[in-house]
C-alpha cells in the first residue's frame, strides 16, 4: 500500500505541473507500471479543481468537483483535514424563506460516470475550529472517506472568494 506521504506528494505533483484552474487529483501512485497507469484511468473517484476558501480562522469550505469513473454510484461519508478538528459534508438549503447551511443528510452520492460539484451556495465540505490563517496558494491536504470504497486524499489549495457573501462563521445560518 503507498503513504499518505507518497499520495500527497503525487497529488501536490499534479496540481503544480498543470495548474489551479483544472487539475484532476486521484488518489493514485507517483509511480506506476505499466499496467497500473492503464488502471489509473479508471480511478474510482478524482477531485478536479480542488480549493478552500482563504480565512483568518473559525470556518471555512471547501469546493470542487466530484467525479465517479465507475459502473455504480459513490458516496461520500465525512471527511478529515489537518487544518480541522471538525468538518463536516453539508448542504445550502431554504428554510422558512432563508437559505440555510446544514448537515447533509447520507453525504455526497455521485451517480455512476457522473460528477457531483462542491460550490458556494451549494454542497461544500465545512472545515469548522480552523486555528490557523489560511493564506492564498496555502497546500490544504484533505481525506474523504467513501462509504464501501477507498478514501480519497487530494490537497486542495487556498483562494480568495467573495462570491455571494457567504459567512462561514457561527450564527451565520447555520443548522
Not at 465517479?68 to 458516496?75: F, H
Request: aromatic share 4%; net charge neutral; proline share 7%.
Amino acid at each position: 500500500m503507498f503513504s499518505r506521504h507518497a499520495l500527497l506528494l503525487a497529488a501536490a505533483t499534479a496540481l503544480a505541473l498543470t495548474g489551479c484552474g483544472s487539475a484532476q487529483v486521484a488518489a493514485v501512485p507517483a509511480k506506476q507500471s505499466p499496467a497500473a497507469a492503464e488502471q489509473s484511468s479508471a480511478v474510482a473517484l478524482t477531485i478536479t479543481d480542488p480549493w478552500v476558501k482563504t480565512a483568518k480562522k473559525g470556518m471555512s469550505a471547501a469546493f470542487g468537483t466530484l467525479v465517479n469513473n465507475t459502473d455504480a454510484e459513490v458516496t461520500i461519508v465525512s471527511g478529515a483535514s489537518p487544518l480541522s478538528p471538525k468538518i463536516e459534508l453539508h448542504e445550502v438549503v431554504e428554510s422558512g424563506g432563508k437559505m440555510i447551511m446544514r448537515p447533509k443528510e447520507g453525504g455526497f452520492v455521485i451517480p455512476a460516470h457522473g460528477t457531483h460539484e462542491l460550490r458556494p451556495g451549494g454542497d461544500h465540505i465545512m472545515l469548522m475550529g480552523v486555528a490557523q490563517e489560511v493564506l492564498p496558494g496555502a497546500r490544504i491536504p484533505f481525506t474523504l472517506t467513501v462509504k464501501g470504497g477507498k478514501p480519497l486524499e487530494f490537497t486542495a489549495i487556498g483562494k480568495d472568494f467573495a462570491g455571494g457573501k457567504e459567512d462561514y462563521q457561527p450564527g451565520m445560518g447555520h443548522k
